[in-house]
Structures are given as C-alpha cells and as structure tokens.
C-alpha cells in the first residue's frame, strides 16, 4: 500500500472528520486571518461543515474587507451537550414537560402507565461538537489564548492539524506542517489547496491568500521574500487575487484615529548607532485617546522601513492591560539578516528571527531603558 504524503494525510482528515474548526494566535496577524479565511472558504466549498474561531483579543477591522470576515466566532459555544436519558423500555411516556424555578430546571414525565423511579435516569456529556481541529501560524497552544485555556480538554481530546512556518513551532498536532522556507503561512496553504483541488481556488479564496503573502512580507519588503514566494504570489494574482483592493486597504486607506497614533509614535522616536537601532513608545492613554489597538502599530513599523533606510532594528515599546494593570510589551523588528530573538532572548520572547514580541515585567519607561541598553550593547558586537 502506498504512503500518503504530508499534504495527502491532511486532506484525508478533512475529508474523514464531519465538523472541522479552524483557529489561529490571539494577536490576530495579518497572515494568520488571511489564511484561516482562504482554507475555511475551500473547506466549505468541498462541502464539509467548517467554523473559524479566534480570541476575540487586539484585532483591528482592518482585514475586514476579506470575503467571510464576518463569519470568525470569538468563543467556544456548545463544545459538548448534556444528555439526561430516561430508560421507557418498562413504562411508557404519555406527556413531557420542563418549568424553571429559580435555578432548578425540572422536567416533568407523565407515564402513560405505570411509574418512574430515579434509577430509571442516566446522564452523560456528548462528544465534542468539533472532530477536528486546524490551527493555524501559532507558535503553541498558549497562544490561542482564552479559546485553549477555557477549553484545554478539547484540545487534548480531538485530532489537531498545525499549519505554520515558525521555527519556534512547538509541533503540538498529531500532524504538523511546518515549512521552515515559506514566507508566510498563506504560501503553505496555497500548496495545500493546490495540491489538492487548484480549480477550487476561485477569487475569493486566492484574495484571502495573496492577502496574507502581501501582510507577512510587508508588501515585499521584507528581506525573507523568495523566488518561490514571488512564483506563488503570480499564480494568486492570476487566479483572480485582488491585489490592487488589498494594498488600497492594508497601505492606502488610514483612519484617522490610526494617523494619530502613528503622530505620537513618530514624535517619539529615537535613534541610536547612527539610526541602526530606531524605536519609539506608547503609553495605553495613547490608545485610549485614539481609539487604536496595539495591532495598529505593525503599520507604524511598515512606514519606518521605507523611510529609514539605515535602521537595522527598530522597536515599538507599548502598554496593554491585565486586570486593568498597564503590561509592557516591545514588539522587535530586523531590517537585515538580524535574530531579534536572540537579541532579546532574556525576555523569553514569541515570533521568529525577524519579528517578535516580549512582555517586560517592568514600568514602561524602565522597560524601555533597560531593553535599549541591552540591545545597544549586543548591537554595538556585531558588524552591520
């Protein structure tokens, strides 16, 4: 008999399982949203019953304008049901009903002859109402956020599929896809659907596609792009990807309020070794005040790129609040052939070589000073 392959074991498990759910990290990127809407369109489209559900956490609407957007859950409903079974092999039932007193509910059985007794009563939990599980670009389960932790039976309990690029991938599933050479986990699945049925790529599903290619490589500007992620991108745009209504939403139509964070952050900035090492801070108010998640500063960094040539490093200090505490996180990112994580590996942070982020367990500005001096230091080692 003749293995299957990778790709082909994959589909096997879509093909076998009856209700499928696809989920990605809570931050919510670019990649992650594009590709989880592109593989639950083509799963739907063969006919298998598919939901997405992702931590309702610090997305932005900007993504909004890909096809079923609407269709992402923020929670977990009706994972399993309660059953309570009434043994009628004995006495059979004339008329059921049910009230509810305060925080009781009652069922009321008339028999139609005969009686009940509690020993004639059972009760069990069913299955889980999903068979399978795709988890896409998440680095481990943690990350999922309260879509695992309110939940981690079921993530223990059902097959997982994992999808991603990340060298940092804890290679949780029973299956793990992990391409180490993709840009983007969009380029995984593009491979996938591809391989499998590429007639049923329609429009919609290489727009979701192209969409997370064109997030993850910062519309081609980051130095990991490829010659195969390029082939993969016109082949998208071929198949009908809508390139010119992606780049007008993601990099030519700003919101006001997103123009005014991104005045504060610019306002800010600082730079060291001679503008290599470039960052900038924000402080929650600032959010508040803008109406803008921290989700909205990626964007700040895709500006600083273009118009910082010689930046090598730059640095987003930025608060979130945990029990209406200010947390403060740095999101790192290398123009050139710079391991952030190694450059902040002491904060034990999350992403890959070129884009991570680190919670610090300090006041934002202490943070800030300690971060900088740190990387200063190791930067200064280092011929660049």
Known sequence: MEMLNQQQQIFEQIKKANNILITFNKTWSGDSVASALALFLFIKKIGKNVEIVAENG????????????????????????????????????????????????????????????????????????????????????????????????????????????????????????????????????????????????????????????????????????????????????????????IVNHLYRSRGLNVLKLWGIALARLNGRENDKLIWSTIVNADFVKTSTFPNDLDEVVDELIINIPQARVISIFYETMLDEKPVSNVFIYSIKNLNVLNLIKEYNPTGTKNSAKAIIDKPIKEAETEVIELITDKLSKLSL
């Open 58 to 245: 610090e997305q932005t609407k900007i993504f909004s304008f890909l096809p079923a957007y609407s269709d992402i859950k923020h929670s977990l409903d009706n994972l399993r049901k309660f059953i309570i079974s009434l043994d009628i092999s004995q006495t059979k039932v004339s008329q059921i009903k049910y009230k509810v007193e305060k925080n009781t509910l009652d069922f009321i059985v008339s028999p139609q002859d005969g009686f009940f007794t509690k020993d004639d009563i059972t009760s069990r939990s069913s299955g889980f109402k999903y068979d399978l599980i795709i988890i896409l670009d998440t680095r481990d389960l943690e990350s999922l956020g309260q879509i695992y932790d309110n939940d981690t039976e079921f993530f223990y309990n059902v097959p997982i599929i994992n999808i991603d690029h990340n060298p940092s991938n804890e290679e949780f599933g029973q299956i793990n896809n992990i391409e180490l050479t993709a840009v983007a986990t969009a380029e995984i699945i593009f491979s996938l659907l591809d391989s499998y049925s590429r007639e049923s790529i329609d429009e919609d599903i290489a727009t979701c596609l192209l969409a997370g290619m064109i997030s993850k490589t910062k519309s081609f500007k980051t130095p990991n792009v490829t010659p195969s992620s390029l082939a993969t991108v016109s082949q998208l745009i071929s198949m009908g990807g809508r390139r010119e209504e």
